[in-house]
C-alpha cells in the first residue's frame, strides 16, 4: 500500500471510525472487546490464516499480551492516518480485510511504533489512550440518551 502525496496528521473521520470497529467486532466472535489470535485465525479461514494473524498481531498488538484490544485496534488505525496514508487507501485496505483478504504492512506505522518505543513518553500508548478515553464518551453519550 502507497502513502498519499499530502501528509494529513487529523485522525480518522467517523466513517473510517465505523469500518474499522464494523472489522473488529466481525473479528472479535466472542464479543470479549478484544481479540486473540484464534479468532482471527478463524476470521481468514484457510486464506494464509496464521500468516496474517502473526503479521497483525506484530503491527498491533502494542502492549505484545497476545490479546488486540477495541482501543489497540483502534489506535493502529489512528497511526496509520497519522503517517500519512489518505483516507482512499485505508478504505480500499477496511474493504480488503472486510472481504478476508491478506494483512497488509504497513512500513511507515511500523517505522513510528520502531522509534516510539525508544522515546521517554510513548505517543503509542497515549493515542491508545485517547482511544479509550472516546470509547467511554460515547457509552457515556448513549446511556445518557437511552434514560
Same mark, same amino acid.
Given at each position: 500500500?502507497?502513502?498519499?502525496?499530502?501528509?494529513?496528521?487529523?485522525? *480518522?473521520?467517523?466513517?473510517?471510525?465505523?469500518?474499522?470497529?464494523?472489522? =473488529?467486532?466481525?473479528i472479535?466472535?466472542?464479543?470479549?472487546?478484544?481479540?486473540?489470535?484464534d479468532?482471527?485465525?478463524?476470521?481468514?479461514?484457510?486464506n494464509?490464516?496464521?500468516?496474517?494473524?502473526?503479521?497483525?498481531?506484530?503491527?498491533?498488538?502494542?502492549?505484545?499480551s497476545?490479546?488486540?484490544? +477495541?482501543? +489497540?485496534?483502534?489506535?493502529?488505525?489512528?497511526?496509520?492516518?497519522?503517517?500519512?496514508?489518505?483516507d482512499?487507501?485505508?478504505f480500499?485496505?477496511?474493504?480488503? *480485510?472486510? +472481504?478476508?483478504?491478506?494483512?497488509?504492512?504497513f512500513?511507515?506505522?511500523?517505522?513510528f511504533?520502531?522509534?516510539?518505543?525508544?522515546?521517554?513518553?510513548?505517543?503509542?500508548?497515549?493515542?491508545?489512550?485517547?482511544n479509550s478515553?472516546?470509547?467511554? *464518551?460515547?457509552?457515556?453519550?448513549?446511556s =445518557?440518551?437511552?434514560?
Amino acid at each position: 500500500m502507497g502513502c498519499g502525496a499530502q501528509k494529513n496528521s487529523t485522525g *480518522l473521520n467517523e466513517k473510517l471510525r465505523a469500518k474499522a470497529l464494523e472489522i =473488529f467486532r466481525r473479528i472479535d466472535i466472542n464479543n470479549s472487546g478484544s481479540i486473540d489470535k484464534d479468532e482471527t485465525q478463524k476470521f481468514w479461514k484457510t486464506n494464509f490464516a496464521k500468516v496474517n494473524t502473526q503479521a497483525l498481531f506484530n503491527a498491533v498488538d502494542f502492549d505484545k499480551s497476545g490479546q488486540i484490544s +477495541e482501543d +489497540e485496534w483502534m489506535a493502529f488505525w489512528e497511526i496509520v492516518k497519522k503517517s500519512g496514508y489518505t483516507d482512499k487507501e485505508i478504505f480500499e485496505e477496511l474493504d480488503n *480485510l472486510m +472481504e478476508g483478504k491478506a494483512w497488509v504492512q504497513f512500513r511507515k506505522v511500523d517505522e513510528f511504533v520502531k522509534r516510539d518505543q525508544l522515546r521517554k513518553n510513548s505517543q503509542v500508548q497515549q493515542i491508545v489512550k485517547q482511544n479509550s478515553k472516546r470509547k467511554s *464518551l460515547v457509552q457515556q453519550q448513549q446511556s =445518557f440518551h437511552q434514560q
